[in-house]
């Protein structure tokens, strides 16, 4: 190992050329860390900044003062990526140049539309836009002339993310502004949009006062990618993507309805099969969220997935969420259709049970990532049988209550796996072990959120001194028996963690906190905590005293700290002005990004679920085959 | 079968070394030399030890392949640990390389190449400097690559500690260069005071009850 630097030959005394090389490769904040070590570091790093190509720092939130010296006038840079949260349009531009091919603006809440339009005017050679959030902050104005600007003006455009409400476009000739984007746009992705907003635009219509010769022209000729939040997901909504987008490889839709869907705005069983008409379908995604309303794509069956199975062999991908009609029939029949499925997500399938996998291995599939979430039905038989798809990376089995130890077992065996959810289910320390020796030396991310027989020994069931070393993310939140023990123990056993989450436990104090901050002395030299988010929100005996130990030095690199609702305002507002990149919590949000999607799962208690499972079972009087609609059993669901 | 011309180096301290025309070509400035027509000799290497080379003369026989793609040499080849002289690589020319072996032999090679750079720092800079005079690029970008996971995510005291600098900035300066450094949100001298105080990490919890009831004092 490269460890001994008492002999070595200082690194500032290597020639500029091969510094740079090295520099090169290093994220901002660890160049801005060299350029502290020392004079000749410093000369070089700020050399390097002139001529970096990839920009990125999206982790925090930097204001201006900190972006301007390292924003140096740069020819070469390529790709700026920022998290925005604290510029506004007087920073334009700095992050807006020329050169840029790849740029990526997060949280860009405080700036108007000109932002749109100054990109438009001056990064003719973008090929790679996200926006995030733009304008929302109150007062901020955004026009349809700015994405006018935008669209017309980054003729080279391959890949556009406006991940703020389109809607606010409407505007009559909104179909003419998309109609001036670039001919090589192939992938969309939309924030919102309503989806008659998307139906008028794709479709070719005769305008009003035109003679019935003059078409307007199609948009989005050559897209690829389609992802899209709207209203609703409608039959005509899909059939016109699928009709008129004739290189269609990836379809993501998702919507989020506010009151229950009548059947002219909803998906149904002749409105599934019209996907994929061109036949290039690779991805496809159709998802119900249940943020504001608990509904389900009610008139979509069986029938309907078979049929959009068989047209489906080629898909790499299939994510299903709120399709709580469809049995294990269809399930199968996606299985047993598409050889070539490596993504499998299922979320509220209520229906489905271990039969979907009871002869998998027979099929020639090689799963990589499988998510069955809420699915109440599923056993650890189901899981044994998933498992012989060996080539497991990602492993979501949220809140299926029914899983245990044996299905720990199973999956003690799989050698890829990278990311495994367990959350809600019946485990105990002694299934965690089984991951101990095989799983763990490749686990990423670990949660058992909510798996309420785990004990403090589940630490050391999962962590031994050879085991473990590349977990990053793990979530312990929900567990009544975890105390400052288990903690204590995770704090020993140096794993590396940059997310670690311990939301609602009871019995968590203020000694967990102190063995997290611990400073961690080996042959290294010595490492301050490694813990990027820390989410502490609602844990029983933690006082006002464990702030002590989120002052500096302690934690260095925390950005994201959840905490209690009942604390003291005055300190916490001490704390974030001590530590700017600090972002304190109190409200009980979740942080960051984790693996939290907009299926409005969080929000929901289990009692809310049953009920959603008790209508269910209680619609599915007869086989609906061949049916479309149900007006009479509606008002029932309405109770 | 057609031999291969042979070429020799010689290092700095004198070694000599023979190696194939296809390994010497790997490194752009020994290829320069060749066909300047300086082949006819030893082929002079001020700048690189014989312990360097030896390290040099490994990557390239095992990138051989790479630019070669007709040819593939054997993986089970065998080194001579004697420095003065080398055996000619059997070459094995293989049937038609289907997509599975293709994946099977990046994945043999990266693992290889994990191994390889496994090395003391000294190595390393040496080998960055090897690999930068003799134009070999990547050798070059693999063991800047290794540098810079040894940079990654530390503190300005880490990184002077893990490769030996020296502070040279005046109070003020540094002063000025904190500010830009704000990011990374610590100052060495807070961590030089909690390092004298903390040991090791290894608190039983009536250590902790302890600390606890001496800092309480600080809360505000």
């Given at each position: 190992m490269a460890t001994s630097a008492s002999n070595a030959e200082p690194l500032e005394l290597l020639p500029s050329a091969i510094l740079a090389t090295i520099l090169e490769k290093l994220d901002v904040p660890s160049i801005c860390s060299v350029a502290?070590?020392?004079?000749?570091?410093?000369?070089?790093?700020?050399?390097?900044?002139?001529?970096?190509?990839?920009?990125?720092?999206?982790?925090?939130?930097?204001?201006i003062d900190l972006l301007r010296p390292l924003l140096q006038p740069n020819p070469f840079l390529r790709s700026l990526k920022i998290d925005c949260s604290r510029l506004d349009d007087s920073d334009i531009e700095y992050l807006v140049r020329p050169s840029l091919h790849e740029l990526y603006l997060h949280n860009c809440e405080d700036f108007s539309g000109r932002l749109l339009s100054a990109v438009g005017g001056r990064c003719v050679n973008l090929r790679s836009l996200y926006l995030g959030s733009v304008a929302e902050k109150r007062g901020r104005a955004i026009h349809i002339s700015d994405l006018e600007e935008l669209l017309s003006g980054c003729t080279q455009l391959e890949s556009l993310s406006l991940m703020f409400d389109v809607s606010i476009f409407l505007h009559h000739n909104f179909s003419q502004v998309w109609a001036t984007a670039s001919a090589k746009l192939a992938a969309l992705e939309i924030g919102y949009i309503s989806s008659v907003m998307v139906t008028e635009l794709l479709s070719p219509t005769l305008g009003p006062q035109q003679p019935p010769s003059h078409m307007q022209p199609l948009v989005f000729p050559h897209i690829?990618?389609?992802?899209?939040?709207?209203?609703?997901?409608?039959?005509?909504?899909?059939?016109?993507?699928?009709?008129?987008?004739?290189?269609?490889?990836?379809?993501?839709?998702?919507?989020?309805?506010?009151?229950?869907?009548?059947?002219?705005?909803d998906l149904t069983n002749p409105g599934l099969q019209l996907i994929n008409q061109h036949g290039k379908l690779k991805y496809l995604s159709l998802i119900r969220s249940q943020e504001y309303l608990q509904t389900y794509f009610r008139r979509v069956n069986d029938l309907g997935i078979l049929l959009m199975a068989d047209k489906c062999s080629n898909m790499e991908s299939i994510s299903l969420g709120g399709f709580c009609r469809v049995t294990d029939t269809g399930f199968r029949a996606i299985?047993?259709?598409?050889?070539?499925?490596?993504?499998?997500?299922?979320?509220?399938?209520?229906?489905?049970?271990?039969?979907?996998?009871?002869?998998?291995?027979?099929?020639?599939?090689?799963?990589?990532?499988?998510?069955?979430?809420?699915?109440?039905?599923?056993?650890?038989?189901?899981i044994v049988r998933l498992v012989t798809n060996l080539g497991?990376?990602?492993?979501?089995?949220?809140?299926?209550?029914?899983?245990?130890?044996?299905?720990?077992?199973?999956?003690?065996?799989?050698?890829?796996?990278?990311?495994?959810?367990?959350?809600?289910?019946?485990?105990?320390?002694?299934?965690?072990?089984?991951?101990?020796?095989?799983?763990?030396?490749?686990?990423?991310?670990?949660?058992?959120?909510?798996?309420?027989?785990?004990?403090?020994?589940?630490?050391?069931?999962?962590?031994d001194y050879s085991s473990g070393k590349v977990l990053q993310d793990l979530d312990l939140s929900n567990l009544p028996n975890l105390s400052d023990n288990g903690i204590l123990l995770l704090a020993k056993s140096r794993v590396p963690l940059m997310e670690l989450r311990m939301r609602e436990c009871p019995l968590i104090g203020d000694t967990s906190i102190m063995a997290l901050a611990s400073m961690q002395v080996d042959?290294?030299?010595?490492?301050?905590?490694?813990?990027?988010?820390?989410?502490?929100?609602?844990?029983?005996?933690?006082?006002?005293?464990?702030?002590?130990?989120?002052?500096?030095?302690?934690?260095?690199?925390?950005?994201?700290?959840?905490?209690?609702?009942?604390?003291?305002?005055?300190?916490?507002?001490?704390?974030?002005?001590?530590?700017?990149?600090?972002?304190?919590?109190?409200?009980?949000?979740?942080?960051?990004?984790?693996?939290?999607?907009?299926?409005?799962?969080?929000?929901?208690?289990?009692?809310?679920?049953?009920?959603l499972e008790q209508w269910l079972l209680e619609g599915e009087i007869e086989s609906d085959y061949g049916e479309m609609g149900e007006g009479g059993s509606e008002e029932e669901m309405e109770d | 079968m057609a031999s291969a011309k042979v070429f020799v180096l010689r290092t700095c301290d004198g070694e000599t070394f023979e190696i194939d025309e296809s390994v010497a070509y790997v490194s752009e400035t020994i290829k320069n030399m060749i066909e300047d027509g300086f082949g006819h000799d030893l082929i002079p290497l001020p700048n690189v030890s014989s312990k360097i080379l030896l390290k040099v003369i490994e990557y390239c026989r095992k990138h051989v392949s790479n630019f070669e793609s007709s040819k593939k040499t054997s993986n089970g080849d065998e080194k001579d640990k004697d420095n003065d002289s080398w055996k000619k690589e059997k070459e094995a020319v293989p049937e038609v390389e289907k997509d599975a072996e293709e994946k099977a032999r990046v994945e043999e090679l990266k693992e290889w190449?994990?191994?390889?750079?496994?090395?003391?720092?000294?190595?390393?800079?040496?080998?960055?400097?090897?690999?930068?005079?003799?134009?070999?690029?990547?050798?070059?970008?693999?063991?800047?690559?290794?540098?810079?996971?040894?940079?990654?995510?530390k503190t300005p005291e880490q990184i002077r500690e893990t490769f030996n600098i020296k502070n040279d900035f005046t109070p003020e300066e540094y002063e000025d260069i904190r500010k830009k450094d704000a990011m990374n949100d610590f100052t060495p001298e807070e961590y030089e005071e909690i390092r004298k105080k903390i040991a090791d990490n290894h608190f039983t919890p009536e250590e902790y009850e302890q600390i606890r009831k001496e800092n309480a004092w600080a809360i505000e």
């Open positions: 502290s070590t020392c004079k000749t570091l410093n000369a070089c790093a700020s050399q390097i900044l002139s001529f970096l190509p990839n920009f990125h720092l999206l982790d925090l939130a930097a204001p690829q990618r389609l992802s899209l939040s709207v209203d609703y997901i409608t039959d005509t909504l899909v059939a016109t993507i699928s009709k008129g987008l004739m290189s269609l490889s990836h379809l993501d839709l998702r919507d989020a309805p506010i009151i229950e869907p009548t059947m002219t705005f299985l047993h259709s598409c050889s070539s499925l490596q993504k499998l997500r299922v979320s509220h399938g209520i229906q489905l049970t271990d039969l979907v996998f009871h002869d998998i291995s027979a099929t020639s599939l090689s799963l990589t990532n499988v998510s069955l979430i809420w699915c109440n039905l599923l056993t650890n038989l189901a497991l990376m990602y492993l979501d089995l949220r809140d299926c209550r029914n899983l245990g130890d044996e299905a720990l077992q199973a999956i003690g065996m799989l050698p890829k796996l990278k990311t495994l959810l367990l959350d809600g289910s019946d485990i105990s320390d002694m299934g965690l072990s089984y991951l101990r020796h095989g799983v763990m030396r490749s686990l990423v991310s670990l949660s058992v959120r909510g798996c309420k027989r785990l004990t403090d020994r589940c630490i050391s069931a999962i962590f042959e290294g030299g010595w490492h301050g905590s490694t813990l990027r988010l820390l989410d502490l929100y609602n844990c029983g005996h933690i006082t006002s005293l464990s702030f002590r130990w989120f002052k500096r030095p302690y934690f260095p690199r925390l950005r994201c700290l959840g905490v209690m609702r009942s604390v003291n305002r005055d300190m916490v507002d001490a704390l974030e002005r001590s530590r700017p990149f600090l972002c304190v919590a109190c409200r009980g949000e979740e942080l960051g990004t984790g693996h939290w999607d907009s299926d409005g799962l969080y929000g929901q208690d289990q009692e809310e679920v049953d009920e | 190449e994990t191994t390889f750079i496994d090395i003391d720092q000294q190595v390393l800079f040496d080998l960055l400097q090897a690999a930068n005079y003799l134009n070999i690029k990547g050798l070059l970008v693999m063991a800047a690559e290794k540098a810079a996971s040894m940079i990654r995510g």
